[in-house]
């Protein structure tokens, strides 16, 4: 028997998409633009990747109505391949088989139908409108990578802080859109790499705007800009993840210019979150600015060289005053009291304090006596801390009228509490000398 190769010539990509076309990463989480072209793309990816590797394949939507737009461009790439008899369309079913590859489309409509024996790659499009959409992929579709080492897609217009915000917070490696020489400067701006080091190996996150898309005419641009509401432009066209509601820290003020050593007139405070489980964490800020000026953390760090870290970094910003948290660890917080020669807070968590704690933290926020260090320049990998913040939530136990603050699931609240603890440190330095209020 003779076997015939399958060559198809697949429609150039634009130079937009160049930055997908280069990772390797084996998850890949696309926060796109309208009309960046990735309904396109993913088309193409899928008719490659079962060109190169023939196996099973998914393409899922929210329903079956959104499907449609990707059935009819899979039917115009693999219309060459018809007729010429290598590959054979099911319209009933919506699959394609060709080149010993299965392509089918699904609707996540209704989730025990995502259920598979094994899959080689799944691209989910509008992964911000599947309800439930992290956990339609953790529970059924995810095993079914496994026995092929499969790969996937998680690609969507944001909406909100949601799973598909969740997802590209989790990756390690991620491309953010940097502005130019303004904050709207799309022209002269760039897709910059950074680092996430708590992220996940072989995951990487993409920020794609549609003006990333050479064939969306600028004015088209420049009118949505004028005309939609800032957070919608920033949303459907900058592809940023914005949110008016559900996030209890919706403002967060921040600064790019950091102070690089303690200044003559400055009077420095820090806060340490003290990891069990989870990293350790030290803010320290300027109280006569109420701007924070560094941040450390420390992951998988034996406490001593923690301690000793500590010690050095509050020392060389010549700090007075700090509170920590040894709800899990008092003997650590005497020691470093000790060792500092001056009385710090030490706070054991109780959900009363760790509430009145973010309250207060959501207040200096709102009235801008607080800002965080921008993650840009030299700053540019501290966007971890702006995500947890994002992700802290309120929450009240049912059958009672306990109101919590917590970080979401997934998500840690190491920052947030460092930063707590230091905003305490300032107001209390304050009561000390007399001029609170």
């Known amino acids: 028997m003779v076997e015939t190769a399958i060559k198809i010539e697949l429609p150039k990509i634009h130079s937009g998409q160049e930055v997908l076309e280069k990772s390797n990463a084996r998850f890949k989480v696309v926060a796109k ?46 219309k060459p391949l018809v007729h010429r008899g290598l590959a054979e369309i099911n319209q009933q079913y919506r699959t394609i088989e060709f080149n010993n590859s299965l392509l089918q489309i699904k609707s ?181 600015t109420g701007q924070q000026v560094a941040l450390y953390r420390w992951k998988d760090q034996p406490f001593e060289i923690v301690f000793k870290e500590v010690i050095q970094k509050v020392n060389e910003w010549k700090c007075d005053y700090g509170e920590v948290d040894i709800t899990n660890n008092r003997a650590f917080g005497e020691r470093l009291q000790t060792k500092l020669g001056y009385s710090i807070g030490l706070i054991h968590y109780t959900n009363t304090i760790k509430l009145a704690m973010m309250q207060e933290l959501h207040t200096a926020f709102s009235m801008d006596e607080l800002s965080l260090l921008e993650p840009k320049g030299s700053n540019k990998d501290l966007t971890w801390q702006l995500v947890e913040f994002r992700m802290m939530e309120v929450s009240i136990k049912a059958g009672t009228l306990t109101m919590k603050i917590n970080a979401r699931a997934g998500f840690h609240d190491d920052a947030p509490n460092a930063v707590g603890l230091m905003y305490k440190a300032f107001n209390y330095a304050l009561f000390a000398m007399g001029i609170s209020g």
Request: proline share 6%; charged share 25%; glycine share 8%.
């Open 33 to 78: 633009g309208r009309r960046f072209g990735g309904s396109f793309y993913f088309a193409r990816e899928l008719v490659k990747r079962g060109l190169m590797v023939p196996g099973p394949y998914w393409w899922v939507w929210p329903n079956m109505p959104n499907a449609l737009v990707g059935w009819r461009l899979l039917q115009r790439l693999f």
């Open 108 to 288: 996540a409509e209704r989730p025990n139908t995502l259920r598979s024996e094994g899959l080689a790659g799944v691209v989910i499009t509008e992964f911000s409108f599947i309800p439930q959409a992290d956990r339609i992929f953790e529970f059924s579709i995810e095993a079914a990578l496994a026995e092929r080492k499969g790969w996937a897609v998680f690609e969507s217009s944001p909406w909100g802080m949601d799973h598909l915000y969740a997802y590209f917070h989790r990756c390690r490696t991620q491309w953010f859109y940097e502005y130019g020489e303004w904050p709207d400067d799309y022209e002269n701006g760039r897709l910059v790499k950074t680092i996430n080091e708590s992220g996940l190996e072989d995951w990487e996150a993409f920020q794609l705007p549609t003006w990333l898309n050479p064939y969306v005419p600028k004015e088209e641009i420049e009118r949505a800009r004028k005309s939609k509401t800032e957070i919608a432009y920033k949303q459907e066209f900058g592809s940023e993840f914005v949110d008016e509601l559900g996030a209890f820290f919706n403002k967060i003020p921040t600064h790019e210019k950091a102070e690089e050593k303690p200044l003559k007139k400055g009077r420095y405070r820090w806060g340490l979150d003290l990891g069990q489980h989870d990293p350790t964490v030290l803010s320290i800020g300027n109280q006569m």
